[in-house]
């Protein structure tokens, strides 16, 4: 028996809407540059931190560069997202 016909049998709808995957795709692509924004700043500030004998401000500095950094890479995934859309749509 095929995966179809099983599907079919059993009254599953196995098509998935590529919209909805398309923006889970995005969301989790700008949930994960973020995240990785941030840690990669918190920790290049915490290394500095300790070779140079630094105040832990500097650690929230990292962070805030981070999410400064994470916003700005975001910020143009979405511009490229919504051109690649608008190519498809013409």
């Known amino acids: 028996m095929s995966k179809k016909s099983f599907l079919d049998q059993n009254g599953l709808n196995y098509k998935v809407d590529k ?10 692509q700008l949930g994960l540059v973020m ?3 941030v840690l990669l700043w918190v920790l290049i500030v915490f290394y500095l931190k ?3 004998f ?7 500095l990292g962070a805030v560069l981070g999410v400064a950094t994470g916003f ?3 910020y143009h995934i979405i511009i490229q997202y919504f051109k690649k859309q608008d190519k498809m749509n013409d």
């Not at 398309?22 to 989790?28: D, F, I, K, M």
């Not at 630094?54 to 929230?60: E, S, V």
């Open 54 to 60: 630094l105040h832990d401000l500097f650690l929230i």
């Open 19 to 28: 919209g909805i995957l398309s923006a889970l795709t995005l969301l989790t």
């Open 35 to 37: 995240i990785a924004s």
């Open 72 to 74: 700005w890479a975001d």
């Open 50 to 52: 300790r070779l140079f």
